[in-house]
């Protein structure tokens, strides 16, 4: 997929906003973006950096073929945290843990899972998420204050299709899931990032009940907009649960529609008074600016 992406593509979103964020304050950086892990190999030999930072787990290996000594991997890996649905991932994991790389972790609770499974502590970070608050249009007053919005490819993960009765719920994603009827009037395709830089603000809230996540990108980008969040328990990484505007809905209840829709709705009402506490919050604690200086302290 391009750098940036065209569309979805969260990783490929997060990679380009560091380049520009780091590009900002003085660093030089190199993004190389091939299958081909020879050409990987070569491509960042050649840059010779001071530091390497891999950000597709699959390719973990090249990390021994590249000269640098200072190389860290992260994985968006949705169910890193629930070492029961690892499956085939495990030899991934695994391998993760048995490298000599560090390890960049996008929350405590994934930090936490490589120490309980043996990784030593002295080789883990954690480094979360940002967003792009300077790209993302805010209005006070949205032009859609009867609508929720999930936006997220549309996969089993995700689980949207058990929601797409609930009226006022509107979707935004690439089709993955067969289940998901396309046809409805409450599916508004895949959005571009233009669109989603301009319309997002327009939603009272926003929707995310993945049965797994590692530190969803889209809740920050929602709070950027001004949204309130609805969220499954796997679906707040680094969020303080404690604010008025984020609600959880328990894993026992996720298969219970109505009590899901009666929580959207509440939470739609309450966060459009809170709208701008929720773009200062995002600001304050997800801008690339402040997320970024720390990760090159970390670096």
């Not at 200072?70 to 843990?97: C, D, M, S, V, W």
């Not at 327009?202 to 797994?212: A, H, I, K, M, Q």
């Not at 709070?223 to 008025?244: H, I, R």
Request: aromatic share 12%; with cysteine; net charge negative.
């Amino acid at each position: 997929m391009p750098i940036p992406p065209k569309g979805w593509g969260a990783v490929e979103i997060l990679i380009w906003d560091y380049y520009q964020e780091l590009t900002k304050l003085g660093h030089e950086v190199q993004i190389v973006n091939t299958p081909n892990p020879n050409e990987i190999i070569n491509q960042v030999n050649s840059f010779n950096p001071d530091f390497v930072h891999l950000q597709y787990d699959n390719f973990y290996r090249v990390l021994e073929h590249i000269n640098c000594p200072n190389k860290a991997a992260t994985t968006h890996y949705g169910y890193l945290e629930q070492p029961n649905k690892h499956g085939g991932y495990r030899g991934l994991f695994n391998g993760f843990i048995n490298s000599k790389f560090r390890i960049f972790c996008l929350s405590e609770g994934i930090k936490n899972t490589y120490i309980n499974n043996g990784c030593d502590p002295s080789r883990l970070e954690v480094t979360p998420n940002g967003a792009r608050h300077d790209l993302f249009r805010y209005t006070e007053e949205p032009k859609h204050t009867d609508r929720s919005i999930y936006l997220a490819k549309i996969t089993d993960r995700k689980k949207q299709y058990l929601y797409q009765n609930i009226d006022s719920l509107y979707f935004a994603g690439n089709m993955d899931d067969y289940r998901f009827d396309k046809n409805r009037s409450n599916y508004l395709g895949e959005w571009s990032k233009e669109t989603l830089y301009e319309n997002l603000t327009d939603y009272s809230n926003l929707v995310l009940l993945s049965d797994g996540e590692a530190d969803p990108l889209v809740t920050k980008e929602a709070m950027m907009a001004g949204l309130g969040l609805v969220l499954s328990e796997y679906s707040v990484a680094n969020l303080d649960l404690t604010k008025p505007y984020i609600d959880v809905i328990p894993n026992n209840k996720l298969n219970d529609v109505e009590y899901v829709k009666n929580v959207i709705v509440n939470n739609r009402q309450k966060s459009l008074k809170y709208r701008n506490e929720i773009r200062d919050y995002a600001i304050e604690n997800f801008s690339w600016e402040n997320v970024v200086r720390d990760f090159v302290n970390k670096i």
